[in-house]
């Protein structure tokens, strides 16, 4: 069984601070990892990815996270905000070892940047 | 075209009509999969296809909720007799491997 925890439904920062969103992973099998991003009146867009490579992962828009075996965490960071980061984001696990299986989405969290 | 796709984009219903959402995979995609969105909440898994394996249903509410995939492209998802509950977006995504892509989402309104 797979399941997701995002720790804060809504996390505001300044612009120019350091974005940090949490998220917990529970996982019986290998995981791959995920967050995706949503912007007002969009549909999901992958940020990043962890499929067992690098536990740094690099994704679009300046964003990376870091796979912890040991704290079962996957936290999204960046080190500088800017206006165009607020959005929804969600943290999601699948199983590895699948060759397609269903994702298990967190409950989200809602980044605000002020001016 | 490049992306998916999901038709309409909006979708405006009375209570107790049927209605049909469509969902346009990325070409050679075999996964595919459907997620409701309501408001304020995460994404709420409701089936996949893969292949021609049977699908996993194990997230559809109720017998309301049905869908098909006919020849492992297009996929039609199916409310009967829908209720206000109902209201949420619809998002489908495909996936080759690990990675899902999503479409834009229909948004369903049920008056």
């Known amino acids: 069984a797979q399941s997701v925890t995002q720790l804060g439904s809504h996390v505001s920062v300044s612009e120019g601070a350091l974005v940090l969103l949490r998220c917990n992973y529970s996982s019986s099998v290998p995981p791959y990892l995920f967050w995706y991003v949503q912007y007002p009146n969009q549909g999901l867009q992958l940020l990043l990815k962890y499929t067992s490579a690098a536990t740094l992962v690099k994704g679009i828009n300046g964003f990376e996270a870091e796979f912890k075996k040991s704290e079962t965490s996957f936290h999204l960071t960046k080190p500088s905000a800017h206006m165009s980061d607020a959005a929804e984001y969600f943290c999601a696990v699948s199983a590895r070892y699948s060759s397609a299986s269903k994702i298990i989405f967190g409950s989200g969290t809602r980044l605000s940047i002020r001016p | 075209g490049a992306g998916v796709s999901q038709s309409p984009s909006n979708k405006v219903t009375e209570k107790g009509k049927d209605v049909e959402l469509r969902c346009d995979p990325i070409?050679?995609?075999?996964?595919l999969y459907w997620y409701r969105q309501s408001l304020g909440q995460g994404l709420e898994f409701l089936i996949y296809?893969?292949?021609?394996?049977?699908?996993?249903k194990s997230g559809l509410p109720s017998d309301r909720f049905s869908a098909e995939r006919t020849g492992g492209s297009v996929s039609t998802l199916t409310i009967q007799r829908t209720q206000q509950e109902d209201s949420a977006v619809y998002l489908c995504?495909?996936?080759?491997?690990?990675?899902?892509?999503f479409g834009p989402g229909t948004r369903l309104t049920v008056l």
């Open positions: 995504a495909s996936s080759l491997k690990d990675t899902q892509y």
């Open positions: 296809f893969q292949g021609n394996s049977a699908p996993d």
């Open positions: 070409s050679g995609h075999t996964a």
